[in-house]
Structure formats: C-alpha cells, structure tokens
C-alpha cells in the first residue's frame, strides 16, 4: 500500500451506483481499494458477488480480494421490487459485465475486512458502505476491536430532513439502504465510532442528478469508465428522467472531503415494522450535550459542493 494514499474497504450492494461508486474508487490516486465485501439489498449477494467480481475484471483490478456478507432475513418481494425498477433484474441496468474468472475469497465479509484492517495502520482504514449495514452492524457487535481500528465508517443511509430533498425514496420517511434493515443502521449510528452520514439531504440535490440531456454527452464516450456509466445509467435516467449519485456521493468523501459540510449529532431509527419503518432523525448536538450524547454523536452531511462532485464524476468516471 503506497503511503500516500488512503486505505478504503467499500461494502456494497452492487447496483448501478455502487458500481459508479467503485470505479470512483479505483480511478482515484487518493484512496487505494484494499477490499470489497458485498451484502443483499439492490440485488442478491450472489448477483452483488457476479457484479463486483465483473466491474473488477473489466477495470483491469482483479487483485483485489472480494468476499460475501450477509443476505436479509426480511427482504421482502416489494423492496426486491423496488431496487430491480431501479437498478434492473442483475442490478447493472443495461451494462454486461464480463462473467468473473475467480471466485470470491473463501473467507466472510468480516474476516476480509479484519484481514485487511489488520495489514494497514491502526486508525487508517476508512470503511465506505453504500448497502444496508447488515455487514457493518454485525463487525461492531461481534469484532469490536476490528471496528475500533477503523479510521472512520462512510454510509450512504438515511433522509434526516436537514433539507428541502431530505426525503424517503422507498417510502414517504425512508431511505432505501436504511428501511431494508434498520436495526443494523441503528447499531452504526449509536456505536460511538466516527461515522459520517451521507444521506439523501445531500445525494437528491438536483445538481448532483444525472438527467437525459447529461446522459446524452456519455454516449459517444471512448474510455471505459465512461462507456460503463451511459450503458449503467441508460434505462433508469430514461425512465425516471434523472438519477441521484448516491453511493457515488459517499465514495467521494474519500477523494475530495472538502466538497462535504456536515452537522454534528445524534441520529435514530424506526426500527418498527409499522409505516414510519426505517425512518431517521437527527437531533443536532448542543453545547453541554450529555456524555452519552456525545458519545455517540455523528456527523451528518447537509450540504456538498455539487459543482466540484460533478466535475469528479466526468472528470474520473467519464474521462473528460
């Protein structure tokens, strides 16, 4: 691992801007990707498995190790629904990714993602999770001196409200990463450690969309970055007419943190299975906060310099 860059693992669910996400990732010569662990949400973690180990393939990365997390235990047929509309049935939209000529690491998630800790310095991993926190919530409960290790946790989850957009984009309150099991997000967010919280308040920004008229500039792209992206983006923005970066967001905190504001406080969960399920809210912390309150503050993002984000996503996914 070269010092000069940052250590990141990205738990993921592969979908069309996990994907996104990664390349971001491995086209970016300030972070280097030690590890990739999947987990059902978009797709199954088998389909998310297929679509890592492809994406890795085709970008010329299959040095770096791939291990599977957790499946749902409540993953219902409509939040399948939900994510397949989306993302499409393979959760690659319209782009083909090569078939993998591996397979992923016989180890779990959380053993790679303690492998990997254990090989960098202690406090420098930055562990970028654009999925629902099965994975994440499951290393802080059972490995806590793994997670302790940990530089800071990334998560693209929750709608706290902290702006006009900060709203559900599976139901009316919530967010889809967080309504598929909100326990986990629960868990991350009162764990004490350093968590960043880049939720929808900043990824449906309108200016952080990519529309039918800025899809259309992707279409004669010649890099492979940018081909994946016009094949990934294709049927949804078609469809919906134009798509949030999320996941892409969150990976950016790690190449360009001063594109991001954020509040310091506290966030909870519905973790109900009644209407207001998965749905977040934030209490920002005052000045002689109790300790508990301290403790488990984080921070939460609520506003970004879309200008600058953008320019990232041409100028390191596209190549322009």
């Not at 979908?15 to 999947?38: C, K, Q």
């Not at 047929?77 to 994510?83: F, G, L, P, V």
């Not at 209407?275 to 503050?297: D, N």
Request: charged share 20%.
């Amino acid at each position: 691992m070269s010092a000069a860059r940052r250590p990141i693992i990205v738990d993921c669910d592969a979908g069309v801007d996990d994907l996104l996400a990664l390349t971001l990732a491995l086209n970016s010569h300030e972070v280097e990707l030690v590890a990739v662990t999947t987990v059902e949400g978009n797709v199954t973690v088998e389909q998310a498995d297929r679509n890592v180990l492809g994406l890795l393939s085709l970008l010329g990365h299959d040095e770096i190790p791939v291990a599977s997390g957790n499946s749902q235990v409540n993953r219902s047929a409509e939040i399948a629904k939900d994510a397949a509309m989306v993302h499409g049935s393979t959760g690659t939209g319209t782009a083909v990714l090569p078939t993998p000529n591996r397979n992923v690491q016989s180890i779990s998630a959380l053993d790679l993602i303690e492998r990997a800790v254990q090989n960098c310095p202690g406090g420098t991993v930055t562990l970028v999770c654009t999925a629902p926190m099965t994975n994440v919530a499951s290393l802080i409960e059972t490995r806590p001196d793994v997670a302790s290790r940990l530089k800071q946790i990334v998560t693209m989850g929750g709608a706290f409200g902290l702006t006009e957009v900060g709203v559900g984009n599976i139901t009316k309150w919530a967010e889809f990463n967080v309504y598929v099991d909100p326990p986990s997000a629960a868990t991350v967010y009162r764990s004490g450690l350093p968590v960043y919280a880049i939720g929808l308040d900043v990824t449906n920004n309108p200016d952080l969309q990519v529309d039918r008229a800025r899809l259309e500039s992707y279409r004669s792209s010649t890099s492979p970055g940018g081909r994946l992206a016009y094949q990934l983006l294709k049927d949804v923005v078609t469809r919906l007419g134009s798509f949030g970066l999320h996941d892409f967001d969150a990976l950016a905190t790690t190449v360009s943190p001063q594109s991001f504001h954020y509040r310091l406080g506290n966030a909870t969960v519905d973790t109900s299975t009644g209407s207001e399920r998965g749905r977040t809210t934030f209490s920002a912390l005052e000045e002689g906060g109790s300790a508990t309150r301290k403790e488990r503050a984080i921070q939460v993002a609520d506003s970004v310099d879309s200008s600058e984000l953008m320019k990232l996503f041409d100028s390191r996914i596209i190549g322009t």
